[in-house]
């Protein structure tokens, strides 16, 4: 259950069955991108469990990754999966995706002191399953047509059943889950947010998990806006018919290539903006099968590789969707976040990798030219004995989150035992470290830095109970 934060992904030594049988994809090269050295600065606390307990917060935020919208200023709108405790103003003990703010450094409360849930597992329209025991988002990009300005969300449902083992959970103490991600829509400024259904669904039908011992996530999609090569486009853009929105998420194939056969992989799928705008505005005439059919994910073997649907239009999920390609199949990688970078020319992620054991995550980062080739990784986090970071987030400081500059944040949670929010903290990484270090991008053409040093969090201050 996401309310104990598992994000589901399918244990290295563990197959599943998927939908439909092919041979191993090939995985897209790490060729063609130049690289560019990365040092990570320091971590500070953004927010502690104290100070979000304080603001009506049972767990959270966020459980997963985020969104941000610039309010003018040093001032912005943050948006994560949440629950409200009992003494949440508008919603008592509701999980949901929920908004925040804060400067960029740390939170300063609540928009108008309202504990409030933007939307709650079961919005999706009548009939789709995909968020009816759960939904948290998730990432936003601004839009404008015309008069109507608004925010398109990608945000995290799932599905739960009771599993075979005897307390009815499925690992990590959560209950057992099948993940898909649907889009919500805000005419408002992100005061208010409806769904408009689902627009992503995994490769393996929900009928090959529900009822035994493995979830499956999806995460919660990173959007990107660029055009058809990949080429990065400002947000909101003014040419809709020639412009891409990009989803980011990771996905599951019992024949993929490598650790893509026995885990999740990251991929991508896009929409053109102008098809999805003309899908969910105006609101009260969005058509939840419209919206399912907008999206198609990136799939090499195909003849046209953005032809495989993103979802199979069954609003039970219980039909297999469309098959992807790996962006890159050096590991398991889930949770994928993705901007711009204008110092760097290049788009930066960042990712889960899977390593097993007590801390089973690292953080990696990767670069890309084109939002398909993707580098080796350029800088991995692993974390201190006795410390589990989940959720990364990179949310650009150049007034655009979608843009990064001199010092990008990476937002995180950490925990001393996930999924133990009562010992939990979200952080963020310092701005004067990453400063000094984001300056020293150095382009070395047909060379990839592959690691660089690590954040160091031996001084960051514990959270108190």
């Known amino acids: 259950m996401r309310e104990c934060g598992s994000w589901g992904i399918v244990s290295a030594s563990?197959?599943?069955?998927?939908?439909?049988?092919?041979?191993?994809?090939?995985a897209i090269a790490d060729s063609g991108v130049s690289g560019f050295t990365l040092t990570l600065g320091t971590p500070t606390l953004f927010a502690t469990h104290a100070e979000l307990v304080a603001n009506g917060f049972t767990w959270g935020p966020s459980d997963g990754t985020m969104g941000a919208a610039s309010m003018g200023g040093d001032n912005y709108d943050f948006f994560g999966a949440a629950r409200g405790s009992a003494t949440c103003t508008d919603s008592p003990s509701t999980q949901g995706a929920f908004r925040f703010t804060g400067t960029l450094d740390h939170l300063t409360g609540l928009p108008a002191g309202q504990c409030k849930a933007l939307f709650t597992n079961g919005s999706a329209p009548t009939g789709w399953v995909f968020d009816k025991d759960y939904a948290g988002g998730g990432s936003v990009v601004p839009f404008k047509r015309g008069a109507t300005t608004g925010l398109l969300m990608t945000y995290h449902g799932e599905v739960h059943w009771k599993g075979p083992a005897s307390n009815g959970l499925c690992g990590a103490g959560v209950p057992c889950f099948y993940g898909g991600i649907g889009m919500a829509v805000s005419l408002d400024d992100g005061a208010t947010f409806k769904s408009v259904g689902q627009i992503i669904q995994a490769y393996p039908p929900l009928s090959d998990y529900q009822g035994g011992s493995v979830n499956l996530g999806m995460g919660y999609g990173s959007i990107?806006?660029?055009?058809?090569?990949?080429?990065?486009?400002?947000?909101?853009?003014?040419?809709?018919?020639?412009?891409?929105?990009?989803?980011?998420?990771?996905?599951?194939?019992?024949?993929?290539?490598?650790?893509?056969?026995?885990?999740?992989?990251?991929?991508?799928?896009?929409?053109?903006?102008?098809?999805?705008?003309?899908?969910?505005?105006?609101?009260?005439s969005s058509n939840p099968t419209t919206v399912a059919g907008l999206f198609h994910k990136y799939d090499a073997t195909a003849g046209d590789?953005?032809?495989?649907?993103?979802?199979?239009?069954?609003?039970?999920?219980?039909?297999?969707?469309?098959?992807?390609?790996?962006?890159?199949?050096?590991e398991t990688d889930y949770l994928p976040s993705v901007i711009w970078d204008n110092l760097a020319s290049a788009y930066l992620m960042v990712h889960h990798q899977y390593v097993g054991g007590a801390q089973p995550t690292n953080f990696q980062f990767r670069s890309s030219t084109d939002l398909l080739h993707w580098s080796v990784p350029i800088a991995t986090f692993a974390p201190p004995a006795g410390k589990q970071p989940f959720y990364p987030t990179l949310v650009g400081e150049t007034g655009d989150p979608l843009v990064g500059g001199a010092a990008p944040r990476v937002y995180f949670s950490t925990f001393d035992l996930?999924?133990?929010?009562?010992?939990?903290?979200?952080?963020?990484?310092?701005?004067?470290?990453?400063?000094?270090?984001m300056r020293c991008f150095a382009w070395i053409p047909g060379k990839i830095a592959t690691i660089a040093s690590p954040w160091n969090l031996t001084n960051r201050s514990r959270m108190a109970n």
């Open 418 to 437: 996930f999924p133990d929010w009562s010992n939990s903290e979200l952080d963020v990484a310092d701005r004067d470290a990453l400063m000094a270090t």
């Open 305 to 330: 590789p953005w032809s495989s649907p993103a979802t199979s239009g069954d609003p039970t999920e219980n039909t297999a969707s469309g098959h992807f390609t790996p962006l890159f199949s050096d």
């Open 14 to 26: 563990v197959l599943v069955a998927c939908g439909g049988c092919r041979s191993a994809p090939p």
């Open 224 to 284: 990107v806006v660029a055009d058809a090569n990949g080429k990065w486009i400002a947000a909101p853009p003014a040419d809709l018919g020639n412009t891409y929105l990009y989803v980011f998420f990771e996905d599951y194939d019992k024949n993929g290539p490598g650790p893509c056969g026995k885990g999740a992989c990251v991929t991508v799928a896009r929409a053109r903006f102008d098809q999805v705008l003309d899908a969910v505005v105006p609101l009260a």
